[in-house]
Protein backbone atom coordinates (compact mmCIF):
# COMPACT_ATOMS: atom_id res chain seq x y z
CA UNK A 1 0.00 0.00 0.00
CA UNK A 2 1.58 3.60 -0.91
CA UNK A 3 0.05 6.25 1.64
CA UNK A 4 1.01 10.05 1.48
CA UNK A 5 1.35 11.84 5.03
CA UNK A 6 0.00 14.94 5.14
CA UNK A 7 1.40 16.75 8.30
CA UNK A 8 0.60 20.79 9.29
CA UNK A 9 3.71 21.38 11.64
CA UNK A 10 1.47 24.30 12.66
CA UNK A 11 -1.18 22.30 14.02
CA UNK A 12 -1.88 23.05 18.03
CA UNK A 13 -0.98 19.67 19.02
CA UNK A 14 1.48 18.31 16.89
CA UNK A 15 5.08 17.86 17.95
CA UNK A 16 8.08 17.27 15.72
CA UNK A 17 8.72 14.17 17.85
CA UNK A 18 5.26 13.24 17.83
CA UNK A 19 5.21 13.65 13.72
CA UNK A 20 8.64 11.15 13.84
CA UNK A 21 6.57 8.45 16.06
CA UNK A 22 3.99 8.56 13.55
CA UNK A 23 6.03 8.52 10.47
CA UNK A 24 8.04 5.61 11.39
CA UNK A 25 4.59 3.43 12.70
CA UNK A 26 3.07 4.18 9.42
CA UNK A 27 6.80 3.10 7.76
CA UNK A 28 6.97 -0.28 9.23
CA UNK A 29 3.08 -1.43 7.14
CA UNK A 30 3.17 0.70 4.01
CA UNK A 31 5.01 2.65 1.70
CA UNK A 32 5.52 6.48 2.79
CA UNK A 33 5.98 9.67 1.23
CA UNK A 34 5.55 12.64 3.57
CA UNK A 35 4.75 16.17 2.77
CA UNK A 36 4.46 18.97 5.57
CA UNK A 37 2.27 22.07 4.68
CA UNK A 38 3.88 25.67 3.87
CA UNK A 39 0.95 27.56 3.15
CA UNK A 40 -2.64 27.84 3.20
CA UNK A 41 -4.28 25.11 0.68
CA UNK A 42 -0.84 23.21 0.43
CA UNK A 43 -3.00 20.37 2.34
CA UNK A 44 -5.17 19.86 -0.30
CA UNK A 45 -2.72 20.32 -3.30
CA UNK A 46 -0.66 17.73 -2.00
CA UNK A 47 -3.75 15.31 -1.47
CA UNK A 48 -5.32 16.42 -5.17
CA UNK A 49 -1.48 15.15 -6.46
CA UNK A 50 -1.46 11.51 -4.28
CA UNK A 51 -4.95 10.82 -6.43
CA UNK A 52 -3.15 11.50 -9.88
CA UNK A 53 0.31 9.24 -8.39
CA UNK A 54 -2.62 6.77 -7.66
CA UNK A 55 -1.42 6.45 -3.73
CA UNK A 56 -4.22 4.21 -1.73
CA UNK A 57 -4.11 6.25 1.38
CA UNK A 58 -3.68 10.03 2.17
CA UNK A 59 -3.42 10.54 6.38
CA UNK A 60 -4.21 13.67 7.24
CA UNK A 61 -1.94 14.73 10.50
CA UNK A 62 -3.20 18.26 11.73
CA UNK A 63 -5.93 20.17 13.32
CA UNK A 64 -9.97 19.98 11.05
CA UNK A 65 -8.63 22.12 8.85
CA UNK A 66 -6.15 20.09 7.73
CA UNK A 67 -8.97 17.41 7.63
CA UNK A 68 -11.07 19.77 5.50
CA UNK A 69 -8.08 20.59 3.02
CA UNK A 70 -7.11 16.72 2.45
CA UNK A 71 -10.36 16.34 1.98
CA UNK A 72 -11.23 18.43 -1.04
CA UNK A 73 -7.94 17.77 -2.48
CA UNK A 74 -9.01 14.03 -2.69
CA UNK A 75 -12.20 14.86 -3.99
CA UNK A 76 -11.04 17.93 -5.91
CA UNK A 77 -11.64 15.27 -9.25
CA UNK A 78 -14.77 14.01 -7.56
CA UNK A 79 -16.37 11.01 -5.96
CA UNK A 80 -15.72 8.41 -8.38
CA UNK A 81 -13.04 5.51 -8.57
CA UNK A 82 -9.35 6.24 -8.03
CA UNK A 83 -10.48 8.30 -4.54
CA UNK A 84 -7.38 7.22 -1.92
CA UNK A 85 -8.88 6.36 1.38
CA UNK A 86 -8.53 8.82 4.19
CA UNK A 87 -6.50 8.45 7.60
CA UNK A 88 -6.79 10.59 10.29
CA UNK A 89 -4.51 11.62 13.29
CA UNK A 90 -5.67 14.05 14.93
CA UNK A 91 -3.50 17.36 16.36
CA UNK A 92 -5.43 19.90 16.43
CA UNK A 93 -6.97 21.94 19.58
CA UNK A 94 -10.68 20.27 18.44
CA UNK A 95 -10.60 17.68 16.54
CA UNK A 96 -14.56 17.27 15.87
CA UNK A 97 -14.43 14.87 12.49
CA UNK A 98 -12.13 12.10 14.63
CA UNK A 99 -14.12 12.46 17.37
CA UNK A 100 -17.45 11.96 15.20
CA UNK A 101 -15.85 8.94 13.60
CA UNK A 102 -15.38 7.74 17.48
CA UNK A 103 -11.14 7.97 16.71
CA UNK A 104 -8.95 8.99 19.54
CA UNK A 105 -8.48 12.32 19.96
CA UNK A 106 -4.93 11.36 21.14
CA UNK A 107 -2.31 11.14 18.57
CA UNK A 108 -0.49 7.81 19.71
CA UNK A 109 -3.84 5.98 20.43
CA UNK A 110 -5.45 7.23 17.01
CA UNK A 111 -2.19 6.39 15.70
CA UNK A 112 -2.80 2.87 16.37
CA UNK A 113 -6.25 2.53 15.45
CA UNK A 114 -4.98 3.53 11.78
CA UNK A 115 -2.55 0.90 11.91
CA UNK A 116 -5.32 -1.91 13.10
CA UNK A 117 -7.11 -0.56 10.40
CA UNK A 118 -4.63 -0.45 7.70
CA UNK A 119 -3.70 -4.40 9.05
CA UNK A 120 -7.14 -5.44 8.85
CA UNK A 121 -8.93 -3.91 5.87
CA UNK A 122 -11.12 -2.19 8.05
CA UNK A 123 -12.95 1.08 6.73
CA UNK A 124 -15.96 3.04 6.25
CA UNK A 125 -17.79 5.38 3.78
CA UNK A 126 -18.47 8.57 5.23
CA UNK A 127 -21.46 11.04 3.82
CA UNK A 128 -20.04 14.95 3.65
CA UNK A 129 -21.49 18.17 2.93
CA UNK A 130 -20.94 20.12 0.15
CA UNK A 131 -21.03 24.24 -0.15
CA UNK A 132 -22.32 26.39 -3.23
CA UNK A 133 -21.93 29.82 -2.85
CA UNK A 134 -22.65 33.09 -4.76
CA UNK A 135 -19.70 35.88 -3.48
CA UNK A 136 -20.86 38.61 -1.42
CA UNK A 137 -18.27 41.02 -3.90
CA UNK A 138 -16.96 40.86 -7.63
CA UNK A 139 -14.88 37.68 -6.71
CA UNK A 140 -15.64 33.85 -8.18
CA UNK A 141 -18.07 32.20 -5.25
CA UNK A 142 -17.03 29.26 -3.32
CA UNK A 143 -17.32 25.69 -3.75
CA UNK A 144 -16.32 22.87 -0.82
CA UNK A 145 -16.91 20.17 0.66
CA UNK A 146 -17.02 19.56 4.79
CA UNK A 147 -17.15 17.12 6.90
CA UNK A 148 -18.87 18.18 10.27
CA UNK A 149 -20.29 21.21 9.74
CA UNK A 150 -21.19 24.70 8.32
CA UNK A 151 -22.70 28.21 9.20
CA UNK A 152 -23.73 31.60 8.54
CA UNK A 153 -23.81 34.50 10.57
CA UNK A 154 -22.47 34.03 14.29
CA UNK A 155 -20.77 31.58 14.29
CA UNK A 156 -18.84 32.41 10.94
CA UNK A 157 -18.33 35.73 12.31
CA UNK A 158 -16.25 34.08 15.59
CA UNK A 159 -14.24 32.35 12.91
CA UNK A 160 -13.39 35.31 11.11
CA UNK A 161 -12.76 37.10 14.79
CA UNK A 162 -10.50 33.74 15.91
CA UNK A 163 -8.44 33.97 12.70
CA UNK A 164 -7.68 37.38 13.13
CA UNK A 165 -6.44 36.70 16.63
CA UNK A 166 -4.50 34.48 15.48
CA UNK A 167 -3.01 36.01 12.62
CA UNK A 168 -1.71 38.28 15.70
CA UNK A 169 0.06 35.66 17.08
CA UNK A 170 -2.74 34.66 19.72
CA UNK A 171 -2.97 31.05 20.33
CA UNK A 172 -6.63 29.16 19.53
CA UNK A 173 -8.26 28.03 22.64
CA UNK A 174 -11.36 27.64 24.16
CA UNK A 175 -11.08 31.38 26.20
CA UNK A 176 -10.32 33.22 22.87
CA UNK A 177 -13.62 31.70 21.23
CA UNK A 178 -15.73 32.34 24.12
CA UNK A 179 -14.80 35.99 24.15
CA UNK A 180 -14.62 36.40 20.36
CA UNK A 181 -18.31 34.56 20.22
CA UNK A 182 -19.38 37.70 22.83
CA UNK A 183 -17.51 40.11 21.29
CA UNK A 184 -19.64 38.95 18.27
CA UNK A 185 -23.04 38.79 19.85
CA UNK A 186 -22.90 41.95 20.60
CA UNK A 187 -22.63 43.03 17.06
CA UNK A 188 -25.14 41.03 15.58
CA UNK A 189 -27.08 42.48 18.10
CA UNK A 190 -26.80 45.90 16.70
CA UNK A 191 -26.87 44.91 13.30
CA UNK A 192 -28.78 41.66 13.14
CA UNK A 193 -28.90 39.17 10.00
CA UNK A 194 -32.01 38.58 8.38
CA UNK A 195 -32.00 35.33 6.79
CA UNK A 196 -33.91 33.45 4.43
CA UNK A 197 -33.44 29.62 4.54
CA UNK A 198 -35.28 27.14 2.33
CA UNK A 199 -35.64 23.42 3.07
CA UNK A 200 -37.34 21.21 0.66
CA UNK A 201 -41.29 20.47 0.88
CA UNK A 202 -41.71 23.36 3.00
CA UNK A 203 -42.18 27.20 2.86
CA UNK A 204 -39.26 29.95 3.47
CA UNK A 205 -38.31 30.70 6.95
CA UNK A 206 -37.76 33.99 7.10
CA UNK A 207 -36.01 36.76 8.67
CA UNK A 208 -33.55 34.20 10.59
CA UNK A 209 -30.73 35.38 12.21
CA UNK A 210 -28.58 32.26 12.14
CA UNK A 211 -28.02 29.16 10.62
CA UNK A 212 -26.12 26.28 10.99
CA UNK A 213 -26.01 23.14 9.22
CA UNK A 214 -24.26 19.97 10.48
CA UNK A 215 -22.97 16.78 8.80
CA UNK A 216 -22.88 14.64 11.82
CA UNK A 217 -22.78 14.66 15.36
CA UNK A 218 -21.22 16.54 17.98
CA UNK A 219 -21.31 19.95 15.97
CA UNK A 220 -17.91 21.24 17.86
CA UNK A 221 -16.51 20.30 21.68
CA UNK A 222 -15.61 22.95 24.12
CA UNK A 223 -12.32 21.48 25.53
CA UNK A 224 -13.74 17.81 26.36
CA UNK A 225 -17.98 19.12 26.35
CA UNK A 226 -19.27 17.62 22.89
CA UNK A 227 -22.01 20.18 21.78
CA UNK A 228 -24.84 19.02 20.23
CA UNK A 229 -27.18 20.70 18.12
CA UNK A 230 -28.53 18.18 16.28
CA UNK A 231 -27.72 15.14 17.96
CA UNK A 232 -29.95 13.10 15.35
CA UNK A 233 -27.52 13.81 12.64
CA UNK A 234 -24.77 11.20 11.42
CA UNK A 235 -22.78 10.43 8.59
CA UNK A 236 -25.25 7.54 7.23
CA UNK A 237 -28.10 10.29 6.79
CA UNK A 238 -28.62 13.72 5.36
CA UNK A 239 -27.87 17.26 6.87
CA UNK A 240 -28.94 18.95 10.01
CA UNK A 241 -30.06 22.24 10.52
CA UNK A 242 -30.10 24.79 13.27
CA UNK A 243 -31.71 28.09 12.83
CA UNK A 244 -32.94 30.98 15.42
CA UNK A 245 -35.48 33.34 14.58
CA UNK A 246 -34.29 35.79 17.54
CA UNK A 247 -30.86 36.23 19.06
CA UNK A 248 -32.24 37.93 22.35
CA UNK A 249 -30.35 37.49 25.33
CA UNK A 250 -32.76 35.40 27.25
CA UNK A 251 -33.21 33.04 24.56
CA UNK A 252 -29.46 32.89 23.88
CA UNK A 253 -28.56 32.33 26.93
CA UNK A 254 -31.44 29.55 27.26
CA UNK A 255 -29.93 27.65 24.37
CA UNK A 256 -26.59 27.82 25.18
CA UNK A 257 -27.45 26.99 29.03
CA UNK A 258 -29.25 23.67 27.57
CA UNK A 259 -26.41 22.96 25.11
CA UNK A 260 -23.80 22.83 27.97
CA UNK A 261 -25.92 21.06 30.72
CA UNK A 262 -27.48 18.25 28.29
CA UNK A 263 -26.55 16.11 25.75
CA UNK A 264 -28.12 18.28 23.00
CA UNK A 265 -31.86 18.14 21.79
CA UNK A 266 -33.12 21.54 21.93
CA UNK A 267 -36.66 22.78 21.52
CA UNK A 268 -38.11 26.05 20.89
CA UNK A 269 -40.81 28.28 19.04
CA UNK A 270 -38.10 30.50 17.82
CA UNK A 271 -35.56 27.17 16.86
CA UNK A 272 -36.19 25.59 13.60
CA UNK A 273 -34.02 22.30 13.53
CA UNK A 274 -34.62 19.89 10.72
CA UNK A 275 -32.46 16.21 10.67
CA UNK A 276 -31.89 14.27 7.41
CA UNK A 277 -32.06 17.09 4.99
CA UNK A 278 -30.77 16.56 1.59
CA UNK A 279 -30.49 20.33 0.47
CA UNK A 280 -30.72 23.83 2.38
CA UNK A 281 -30.47 27.51 0.77
CA UNK A 282 -29.60 30.14 2.84
CA UNK A 283 -30.10 34.06 1.85
CA UNK A 284 -29.32 36.95 2.60
CA UNK A 285 -30.04 40.90 1.57
CA UNK A 286 -26.18 42.02 2.80
CA UNK A 287 -23.03 39.95 2.55
CA UNK A 288 -23.12 37.06 5.51
CA UNK A 289 -19.68 35.15 6.82
CA UNK A 290 -19.96 32.10 5.30
CA UNK A 291 -17.68 28.67 7.40
CA UNK A 292 -16.89 25.40 6.98
CA UNK A 293 -15.44 23.41 9.31
CA UNK A 294 -14.50 26.12 11.30
CA UNK A 295 -12.66 27.87 7.85
CA UNK A 296 -13.33 31.25 7.18
CA UNK A 297 -14.52 30.94 3.65
CA UNK A 298 -15.13 34.88 3.08
CA UNK A 299 -18.63 36.56 2.24
CA UNK A 300 -21.90 35.60 0.31
CA UNK A 301 -25.23 36.24 -0.12
CA UNK A 302 -26.63 33.45 -1.25
CA UNK A 303 -25.51 29.68 0.09
CA UNK A 304 -26.69 26.30 -1.04
CA UNK A 305 -25.60 23.01 1.33
CA UNK A 306 -25.74 20.12 -0.14
CA UNK A 307 -25.48 16.25 1.54
CA UNK A 308 -23.42 13.73 -0.68
CA UNK A 309 -23.91 10.19 0.68
CA UNK A 310 -21.38 7.88 0.70
CA UNK A 311 -18.75 10.35 -0.83
CA UNK A 312 -15.40 9.15 1.22
CA UNK A 313 -14.23 5.62 2.69
CA UNK A 314 -11.73 6.56 5.85
CA UNK A 315 -10.28 3.83 7.43
CA UNK A 316 -11.38 3.33 11.28
Known amino acids: MRALLVVNPQATATTPAGRDVLAHALASDVKLDIVETSYRGHAA ?31 RGGTGPGVPMLGVVP ?79 REASPALYVRTALS ?44 RLNPSTSFDGGLGVFALRALGLPTVTRYVAHLLATDGNPKGGNLLRRDDVDFVRVTSP ?10 LLGSCTEVEFTSVPRALTVAV
Open 45 to 75: DAAAQAVLDAYDLVVAHGGDGTVNEVVNGVL
Open 91 to 169: GGSANVFAGALGLPRDPVEATYRLLQAIEHGTSRRVGLGRVSSASAGSGAGHDRWFTFNAGVGWDADVVAGVEAQRARG
Open 184 to 227: SYVSQRRHPSRLTVRIPDEEPFEDVRLAFVSNTDPWTYLKDKAI
Open 286 to 295: EPVNLQVDGD
